[in-house]
């Protein structure tokens, strides 16, 4: 019998760019395979990642990852990756030829979202996303503000009714 591993199934997720909604418009979004060497897999498995600084370019038809650090692996020997090397994402050729020619754009860059393993494999979200001014991104936290305070309001008043 060959050796049968537990397969993972589902989402699993590894680090999430909570800034990225904060400071972009997030206009379209793609999910992308990415080239990873033993150790950075193991290392992610691991739960470590950041995607803090991390965005997408493209370069001679392909799209490459930057700034995303993974750390080393412990127990890695000299085998080890670099923390913050570049890193091949894959996607369709129809939608890197779309993000070609969106984030050739004025204004416009692509962001990674998320870091996560889909049924084993990990995979990145990145969004295709344009800047917001320092006025969008006030608008933005008075918005969510006044839907927590009435959120609040609302459960105020159901409390009141039940009791």
Partial sequence: MVGTM???KGRKLIAQNKKARHDYHILDTYEA????TGTEVKSLRQGRASL???FVQ???HEAWLYNVHVPEYSQGTWT???ARRKRKL???RAEIDKLESKSGETGHTIVPLALYFKD???KVEIALARGKKEYDKRQTLRE???RREAERAMSAVRRKQRA
């Avoid at 395979?33 to 990873?36: A, E, K, R, T």
């Fill in 120 to 122: 084993g494999r990990a």
């Fill in 90 to 92: 894959l996607l369709h």
């Fill in 80 to 82: 080890n990756h670099s």
């Fill in 144 to 146: 969510k503000q006044d």
């Fill in 33 to 36: 395979g990415l080239v990873l």
């Fill in 52 to 54: 803090v600084d991390g």
């Fill in 58 to 60: 493209m370069d001679g």
């Fill in 6 to 8: 537990a397969k993972e």
